[in-house]
């Protein structure tokens, strides 16, 4: 059986506790309005509603937080994280304790709404890149403490992950090169960094000019090379330099206008903050059903 992404990512991110503490800004001492208005024994039922074409995502989020905030919810899917959405459609119905469905409401719309109008803008991208071998990816531009749901989200939205933080992978970027004094000398110094402390991870490095790949290509010793800030046209002669050398990664200022153009030069990954960073929500709503 395959992992859900969930248990992919247990290490680094407990989902649980996430929901304890998103409960805990939000909830504080209770929610008075529900806890007023809403009989103890009440049960209820809620349908979540579409209200914007798009992708959709969160879906196994929902679910989980639902049953982490009561096991006895009787909840049931019509739609699955990736589909294609469009005004009107309903993705679930839950039902169970109208107070615990109330005070849940805004927790499980704020991801849902948000994982899917990240995936919208990952399956977007993706399109534009068709017939291309290049594959949409996200970076560290995420919100604190959302990190986990955002890179969920491109992934459903058919793109894939960049590291998921700086402990799996090392990246050598313009800075780490500046301060070290060069590339040869920052490759030397990673090396000698994870032989020290028996370390085997993944090496990619950035180039800001063709001299810099030439160093790169002599040295040799890396994963992926970081093509930054370079024209499409610009990239294409810096892959023809890489060949099949070393996987191949395009960033800085690529979106929807241009990102076709740095597809078709051959890259291998077009890593685009944006996906994270600046994104708008999709509409979801969920309503409660008399």
Not at 175 to 184: A, K, M, P, R, W
């Given at each position: 059986?395959?992992?859900?992404?969930?248990?992919?990512?247990?290490?680094?991110?407990?989902?649980?506790?996430?929901?304890?503490?998103?409960?805990?800004?939000?909830?504080?001492?209770?929610?008075?309005?529900?806890?007023?208005?809403?009989?103890?024994?009440?049960?209820?039922?809620?349908?979540?509603?579409?209200k914007e074409d798009g992708i959709?995502?969160?879906?196994?989020?929902?679910?989980?937080?639902?049953?982490?905030?009561?096991?006895?919810?009787?909840?049931?899917?019509?739609?699955?994280?990736?589909?294609?959405?469009?005004?009107?459609?309903?993705?679930?119905?839950?039902?169970?304790?109208?107070?615990?469905?109330?005070?849940?409401?805004?927790?499980?719309?704020?991801?849902?709404?948000?994982?899917?109008?990240?995936?919208?803008?990952?399956?977007?991208?993706?399109?534009?890149?068709?017939?291309?071998?290049?594959?949409?990816?996200?970076?560290?531009?995420?919100?604190?403490?959302?990190?986990?749901?955002?890179?969920?989200?491109?992934?459903?939205?058919?793109?894939?992950?960049?590291?998921?933080?700086?402990?799996?992978?090392?990246?050598?970027?313009?800075?780490?090169?500046?301060?070290?004094?060069?590339?040869?000398?920052?490759?030397?110094?990673?090396?000698?960094?994870?032989?020290?402390?028996?370390?085997?991870?993944?090496?990619?490095?950035?180039?800001?000019?063709?001299?810099?790949?030439?160093?790169?290509?002599?040295?040799?010793?890396?994963?992926?090379?970081?093509?930054?800030?370079?024209?499409?046209?610009?990239?294409?002669?810096?892959i023809q330099l890489i060949g099949?050398?070393?996987?191949?990664?395009?960033?800085?200022?690529?979106?929807?206008?241009?990102?076709?153009?740095?597809?078709?030069?051959?890259?291998?990954?077009?890593?685009v903050g944006a996906l994270t960073?600046?994104?708008?929500?999709?509409?979801?709503?969920?309503?409660?059903?008399?």
């Amino acid at each position: 059986m395959t992992k859900s992404y969930i248990q992919l990512h247990a290490k680094h991110f407990n989902f649980k506790q996430f929901i304890i503490d998103a409960f805990h800004e939000d909830v504080g001492d209770g929610d008075h309005t529900s806890l007023s208005t809403i009989p103890a024994n009440h049960i209820g039922k809620m349908r979540l509603y579409v209200k914007e074409d798009g992708i959709l995502a969160g879906m196994e989020a929902a679910k989980e937080i639902f049953k982490i905030v009561d096991s006895k919810f009787k909840y049931k899917a019509f739609l699955n994280d990736g589909d294609k959405v469009k005004t009107g459609d309903i993705a679930f119905e839950i039902i169970g304790n109208s107070q615990k469905l109330l005070t849940t409401e805004r927790l499980g719309l704020n991801i849902m709404q948000r994982m899917s109008g990240i995936a919208t803008h990952t399956a977007h991208l993706m399109n534009l890149c068709k017939g291309t071998k290049a594959k949409v990816i996200d970076t560290r531009k995420t919100i604190l403490g959302f990190r986990f749901f955002e890179k969920w989200a491109v992934v459903i939205g058919g793109g894939a992950n960049h590291r998921y933080g700086l402990f799996d992978m090392i990246l050598i970027k313009d800075n780490h090169i500046d301060f070290t004094g060069g590339i040869v000398e920052a490759i030397d110094a990673v090396h000698a960094y994870q032989k020290k402390n028996k370390k085997k991870l993944k090496i990619e490095v950035e180039v800001r000019t063709l001299q810099d790949i030439n160093l790169v290509l002599k040295r040799g010793g890396v994963n992926r090379v970081l093509i930054d800030n370079f024209t499409p046209q610009e990239t294409k002669r810096a892959i023809q330099l890489i060949g099949n050398k070393y996987d191949t990664e395009s960033s800085g200022g690529i979106n929807e206008k241009n990102i076709a153009k740095y597809a078709a030069s051959g890259v291998d990954f077009i890593s685009v903050g944006a996906l994270t960073h600046h994104i708008k929500s999709l509409d979801l709503s969920l309503k409660a059903v008399k």
